[in-house]
């Protein structure tokens, strides 16, 4: 699967703090999947090039980063965004009931399903409601946070859930998530898979994390039978499926046969809490008024702290590591601890509410923060209603850097689109519209978002993977501008990045049409 490419005329972005980029333009040649070598422009690596089936790009001097990660995706939901209704618009439960009653009244019968409301501020939600406006036409209204369902009762009967009068959250609707799409018909086909890779490597993707709730690492060799696999996957289980990778001797890192090399073992990933807009994120203070839920509360854990440590505990002893969400800071506290007894490695997914003693725990530790910093754009409202006076506690990006942990990137697509660059802009200005940046103490900067989203690498050298992404213009070029005070300009100018191409083992996934290819 891997290509012989020479890129021609480039400039290199310096990304770690020891980079130090050439002042003039460069080759670089990538050769069985890596780069081997990387030279003055015209001192003659287009000898070593010489492979008649060699793609030979000329870059005119365009900029050149490691291929961008999104280090948690649910890809299979994000491919199968396009068969859903995105409802994220929707400012109301009325609204979304209408939105129903007219789908119904085009097209009775045919299973509906949306995605996309954000119900952390609604009223209660009843079956009844959206039985009146549906009837027999299985509806399902998932929530933009992924955390729970608005099922009528045709839809609960089709995916064999008890009947009831609320929707269907956490563990209940993870469990019935795979029942859910087939019931509905509304998975991912191995054409909605490869399109939606093919979107993100546009944006310059070359690799992502994958949480998808249903397959599992070890479906991937029939989905790259399919031709569905075009970047790099990191294939996570959950509990579920441990026993099957750890009968098939799989640890993270490792590659999944009949995947042509793209594809290898991810973490074990556990979902520890909840989330905000569900107002089931575990949290050490309560939330504020929650008249229609019975009052106020503190969230809830998923699991237990004994189950918790005893799945990190198999994982740690099968060489996998865990990938744990938690939203809550009690949920942070009791994951670490988790952590500590097991000696498992890993990372925390979210990490969105944190005390400063755990994330210095985390750091000791040495679990990176795998965070989505496009959520505290959709989350930011709602955070000061629910817990007031704690947004200090929450993305605390800054503090996390200070403290040296591993930052990775990611969107959790499809609760936010799979494109790095808003990811990256969210972190630097921290708002999405005119208002200041939220906490704005807590804003990276440029270099470091765009270190946290290239996996680890710095400047591209020899030896690195043959994963790259080749940019229109210096994706550090607004730095002083940010550091200026002007990061509204620096984020905005960071969303419209133009990617001009993006190799995955020096395989072309994506080429814009004004690059020249030989």
């Known amino acids: 699967m891997s290509a012989t490419l020479l890129l021609r005329e480039v400039r290199l972005v310096p990304l770690a703090a020891q980079d130090v980029a050439p002042g003039h333009p460069i080759d670089v040649l990538v050769r069985d999947g890596r780069v081997s070598d990387v030279a003055p422009s015209g001192s003659g690596l287009d000898a070593d090039a010489s492979d008649a089936e060699t793609e030979i ?108 009068d609320d929707v269907v959250r956490e563990a209940e609707w993870f469990d019935s998530f795979e029942r859910f799409q087939q019931a509905m018909r509304a998975s991912a086909t191995p054409a909605d898979l490869t399109a939606a890779q093919r979107e993100a490597a546009a944006r310059g993707v070359v690799g992502v994390v994958d949480f998808e709730f249903a397959g599992g690492p070890l479906s991937w060799p029939a989905w790259h039978e399919s031709g569905a696999t075009l970047l790099r996957v990191r294939a996570s289980t959950y509990a579920d499926g441990l026993d099957a990778v750890i009968a098939a001797g799989l640890g993270t890192g490792d590659p999944i046969a009949g995947t042509g090399g793209l ?3 991810g973490p074990l990933k556990v979902i520890g809490d909840g989330s905000l807009n569900t107002r089931t994120a575990w949290c050490h203070h309560s939330y504020a008024g929650q008249p229609h839920l019975g009052g106020a ?76 910093p496009a959520h505290l754009l959709d989350d930011r409202d709602l955070t000061e209603s629910l817990w007031p006076e704690r947004g200090a506690d929450c993305f605390a990006f800054a503090s996390m850097d ?21 990811a990256i802009a969210a972190a630097v200005h921290r708002s999405a519209d005119a208002r200041e940046p939220w906490h704005g103490e807590q804003a990276l900067t440029v270099r470091r978002s765009l270190a946290a989203s290239t996996n680890g690498w710095g400047m591209v050298a020899p030896g690195h993977p043959g994963d790259l992404t080749l940019l229109d213009a210096d994706p550090l070029a607004v730095e002083a501008t940010a550091a200026a005070g002007g990061t509204r300009e620096a984020a905005r100018t960071l969303r419209n990045t133009v990617v001009a191409g993006t190799w995955v083992a020096g395989r072309a996934c994506h080429h814009d049409n004004g690059l020249v290819v030989c």
């Open 263 to 265: 594809v290898s073992m």
């Open 402 to 422: 200070r403290l040296g942990l591993e930052l990775r990137f990611g969107s959790d697509a499809p609760v936010a689109p799979l494109d790095p660059w808003l």
């Open 57 to 164: 790009v000329e870059a005119e001097g365009r900029w050149l980063i490691p291929g961008l990660w999104d280090q948690h995706v649910h890809l299979g939901q994000w491919a199968a965004a396009r068969q859903r209704v995105d409802v994220a618009a929707v400012d109301s439960p009325e609204q979304l009931l209408a939105l129903v009653a007219r789908q119904v009244g085009a097209q009775p019968g045919r299973p509906f399903v949306t995605w996309g409301h954000r119900a952390g501020a609604w009223r209660a939600l009843t079956v009844a409601e959206l039985d009146a406006v549906s009837g027999s036409t299985p509806v399902g209204l998932i929530a933009g946070d992924g955390h729970q369902a608005w099922l009528n009762s045709s839809a609960l009967a089709a995916v064999g859930l008890a009947a009831r």
């Open 297 to 372: 509360t503190h969230g809830a854990p998923n699991l237990s702290a004994d189950d918790l440590q005893s799945l990190l505990g198999r994982a740690h002893a099968h060489r996998l590591h865990a990938a744990v969400h938690a939203i809550g800071d009690q949920a942070l506290s009791a994951t670490l601890d988790a952590f500590a007894v097991t000696g498992c490695q890993g990372s925390i997914e979210h990490v969105q509410l944190a005390r400063a003693a755990d994330l210095a725990r985390m750091a000791a530790l040495g679990i990176a923060a795998s965070v989505q």
